[in-house]
């Protein structure tokens, strides 16, 4: 049973930035590639970045100059380093455990708000 749980979330002024977390449990993390994705009010949710297990990133266009994405398998853990920040990245940040050989592998945690206003 796999168990991830975001974390870092919160209110934050433009232009600012926030560090989210995401602690995995129950699985082989390091085989696994993780990613961060986001849901706005009304809107679908979207990819921001994931990451493999080796290390290589993959951005949405529109993030990739601000935010930042990282692994620690030592820990199981995934990050998000978000710059810069602006009020439409306000959204509900997932975490995300995935296989690129194994669609059956996907797991989601709960999610963190991230609000950017002044």
């Known amino acids: 049973q796999v168990q991830l749980v975001e974390s870092g979330g919160g209110l934050v002024q433009p232009g600012g930035s926030l560090r989210l977390s995401c602690a995995a449990s129950?699985?082989?993390?390091?085989?696994?590639?993780m990613g961060w994705y986001r849901q706005a009010p009304g809107k679908q949710r979207e990819l921001v970045a994931s990451?493999?297990?080796?290390?290589?990133?993959n951005y949405a266009d529109s993030m990739k100059e601000r935010f930042t994405i990282s692994r620690d398998n030592a820990k199981n853990m995934v990050y998000l380093q978000m710059n810069s920040l602006k009020p439409e990245d306000t959204a509900v940040y997932y975490c995300r455990m995935f296989s690129i050989f194994n669609p059956t592998t996907n797991y989601w945690g709960q999610g963190t708000q991230v609000t950017v206003s002044s």
């Open positions: 129950g699985s082989i993390f390091s085989a696994n590639a």
């Open positions: 990451i493999l297990g080796g290390g290589t990133t």
